[in-house]
Every structure is written in C-alpha cells, then in structure tokens.
C-alpha cells in the first residue's frame, strides 16, 4: 500500500473543550474508512507527548465507533482553565489546532495534495 505522512488536519477534524484545568478535543477523520488507522497512530501516549510542554499529566482517548470519531480528555493542560490561568486561551479552544498538527500514516489517496515535505 502507497501510503503518506500528513497532518492530521489534512484527513480529520477536531473541536475542542474544557472544564477546569481539563480540555477535550475530539477528532473525527473527514472518511470512516481511515477510523481504525488513525485509532493505531493517535494514542493516548502521543497526545499526552503533545501536549507534555503544557504540563499534561495525563491523556485517555475515548472510541466512539458508531460516530468514527474520538474523544481525548487531557488532564492539567490548560495552565489552571480559564479562571485560573493568564494565557490567553484559557479555554484551551486552540489546543485542538495542536492536535491537528500531529502527523499521521495514510494511504495517499486519503491525503490528497498534502504531503508533507
């Protein structure tokens, strides 16, 4: 199989959320057919390494196979959450563009005209 190193925006979508020091970011990959590889690639370890400068301490990926989607809670990421922190994103509504920029494996015709270079 050809496949392709792309960021995960190039194949998926994600909406983040917080509550407390606590944000959710869910991903949703634009085809069902690439669920179960991005379920290989996007662990719990790898997010938690993302989001490690932050001062995450933890990171659970919830499946959500009937919607080919995840859910990933990342606990002690938003610097305190909004009433707690000076960032500027206290709601943590950025993090989700983090999440985006981890790379994946995909087969090439799933990532048209986003290669990475």
């Given at each position: 199989m050809d496949e392709i190193e792309v960021p995960l925006h190039a194949v998926a979508h994600s909406r983040a959320g917080d509550k407390g020091n606590r944000s959710?970011?869910?991903?949703?990959?634009?085809?069902?057919?690439?669920?179960?590889?991005?379920?290989?690639?996007?662990?719990?370890?790898r997010?938690?390494?993302?989001?490690?400068?932050?001062?995450?301490?933890?990171?659970?990926?919830?499946?959500?196979p009937l919607l080919q989607a995840f859910n990933f809670v990342v606990d002690d990421v938003l610097e305190g959450g909004v009433n707690g922190s000076l960032?500027?994103?206290?709601?943590?509504?950025?993090?989700?563009?983090?999440?985006?920029?981890?790379?994946?494996?995909?087969?090439r015709a799933f990532a048209q005209g986003h290669a990475m270079p």
């Open positions: 959710n970011l869910s991903l949703i990959p634009y085809d069902a057919a690439l669920y179960p590889i991005l379920a290989e690639q996007v662990t719990e370890a997010v938690l390494a993302l989001f490690a400068h932050r001062g995450a301490t933890r990171c659970t990926r919830y499946d959500l960032n500027l994103d206290g709601h943590g509504k950025t993090q989700s563009f983090r999440l985006l920029s981890l790379t994946v494996r995909v087969p």
